[in-house]
DNA sequence: TATGAATGAGTGTTCATTCAT
DNA sequence: TATGAATGAACACTCATTCAT
């Protein structure tokens, strides 16, 4: 049968498009703020205004949706990492700003570490043997890894940096402090979230990791 | 009525220390594994070997067992680190000692991070205004920043170093590559968890903290 | 309006009618392998690759498209049964026949013992007081009861049969052996369906039926 | 530890054993009822005037509370059929009391017929490899083919009956009567349940097998 | 101290059915 | 005639918690 292009028929085609975003994003919110466990498959409709059966029509489940989540969720930080033009900087100047956008993208998406949680708590089994997570995320190795041989060859960095463990690094020192801040904040008796305490935690993120990369 | 110390009731005592701290530890293996929200209390019973109704009888419900297994963690690591004698070493062999034991200590005890996943998740009401926490955390802090203050003046080490801004660092490198290996693993494409590459982590780790730290 | 008699509304029409009996079928399999309380529309649908709404669009609901499925079955045994010739042939070969006939469409038509059972379940209320249901059976008792009386005038058969329970018992004997084989091999221990456990259940319901009319 | 026999505790037993047996009454007369697919865990509870978590503390989900109404309907039919004594009676009173019994038991007990309906239509999976269900059943062939042997040595009935086709036989004649009273009386357009017509039917059963069994 | 029995409020999921075109 | 999108009511099953002893 031919396909229907008539305006109708696009109408109703971007009405189930438009549902299923409406879902996505309601679920990325409800997954956000009480993981996967936690996450109210009642709510998530209520969130997108939507029937719930409507959510099984699309996603099948519960697990499905979480890894619909948690994949448009890796898309999203990737594309975005795409517009920072690393290889178009100085290396220096390229990690101090790949450093900063992680820590800006943490602190604007905080969703993104809960849900890393959730996945991880579950073994990561939503993204198992996934092809699509892998090729989402080897350009940024490969950046990254042009950006560290650039600065060697110009004598600004040391050698030999893996440029996985260092992507590891920049991330890991964002991600413990926001995604971790409600016990830090009580262990340490003081608020990390106020501007002052953001901007320094910025500053000493990147003199840590161009303190390591720098050759004096 | 007078405390009864007749060796009978020593003895019922003994018994029931043993109980609540079996079921501490069952709890936090279970809330570990599952997470708070997919923590049963059932299962907790069980892998207690004790009747349900014994938990509530001495924990009173989920949410204050989980307080209870979280300071019981908390309790757990400072303990540890105590052992250290950190202020016994030379500044910079402190401070590898330390990268060295958070390392490890998250690698054999997995479930203190999960732990604090789940605090974090609940934004850590579980530990609001613990005094508790704060005097459990303190030493810590003090004796990094008399380690970090002898090195400076030594020479060694370059200044205005916030103790609680490296904490967190150091804490953050460990944690993130350990807390997200599934997904990292799935995103990377590569097992970060063999032997060879645990030893790659320390070394970059502590290679990226005494980068920043030591004055070249 | 006038019935609409082109060539182009009469292939509609024969359209309408096939996708009717397509329908027809796979909701006859499905309330056979399900029962009525089992059977799920979206199953038919897919067994008649055909959308759901369509089945709605002819038969109303599940309750008028089970006793269109019933009336069908009733339909289907009664047209087979006509083409035996009972009155062509002498009154022991006749029954002697019809016992035949009756394991052998059972055996074929599983489907039918099926429906059965899910129309008493709900006290056949999809049959009550239906003028066709009652029509459509009246002359295969006509017919027995022809074939009891001409035995009776030869003197072969025992008088005073009723027709009505001397069909009922051909009917029973097979029914129960095929409609719960399952338990009674369960119960028995031995297969019922072999090829020879099949030869010997038919021998035996034919030598119980005659044995009971025969004079001897 | 000891096994608590004080009244109190025998009190509790108790308590237990008869919530199950409530349970289980009332699970048999919803499947009964409604079949399997139609039978509502709600509504078993609320005819038991119990909560409904209980049944599932019990007997863990549908389909093994399913299970164990189905045994329990075997023993109570079989238990019922050893006070027969069919081995102190002539055999053609034996035989003419047992198909006798088997109506009653039929006609008393509709919701055996129900049971065996829904085992049936799934495949008996509830019964498979039920040693329990063969042990159960054994001994009423074990008395027919007694029955049989010597009612053949006494020369009054004929040789060569397999006891399990006869009894398959009885019960036919009564199940296909009751079970589908309902269609049959529709299609018949006559009551086959009033007190004449039960007790025809009987007599109908009794002379079609003896018809059949005895020699003249 | 310890335990088996019992419960109310959910929880993910399913189902027959209807809407809109 | 035909179809994809949408829905409300149920449904089997679960969970933290309490009762009674």
Do not use: C
């Amino acid at each position: 049968m031919a396909r229907d292009t008539s305006p109708a028929a696009e109408e109703r085609l971007r009405d189930a498009d438009r549902s299923q975003n409406t879902i996505l994003a309601a679920a990325r919110d409800e997954f956000a703020e009480f993981g996967l466990g936690g996450a109210r498959m009642d709510r998530i409709a209520e969130r997108a205004a939507l029937n719930k059966r409507l959510i099984y029509y699309y996603f099948d489940d519960k697990e499905k949706l979480f890894r619909a989540v948690l994949e448009q969720a890796y898309r999203d930080i990737r594309e975005q990492e795409t517009t920072l033009h690393l290889l178009d900087l100085e290396p220096a100047d390229a990690v101090r700003r790949l450093v900063e956008f992680t820590w800006t993208y943490y602190l604007q998406h905080p969703e993104f570490m809960t849900l890393l949680n959730s996945a991880n708590l579950h073994k990561a089994r939503h993204l198992a043997g996934s092809q699509k997570a892998r090729e989402l995320n080897s350009p940024l190795v490969d950046t990254l890894a042009a950006v560290l041989e650039r600065g060697r060859r110009e004598g600004a960095f040391r050698g030999g940096v893996d440029p996985v463990q260092l992507y590891v690094s920049i991330a890991g020192l964002a991600y413990f402090y926001l995604s971790n801040t409600h016990t830090l904040s009580a262990i340490f008796g003081r608020d990390l979230m106020t501007a002052k305490a953001r901007n320094e935690r910025l500053s000493h993120m990147q003199d840590v990791i161009l303190g390591y990369l720098l050759v004096s």
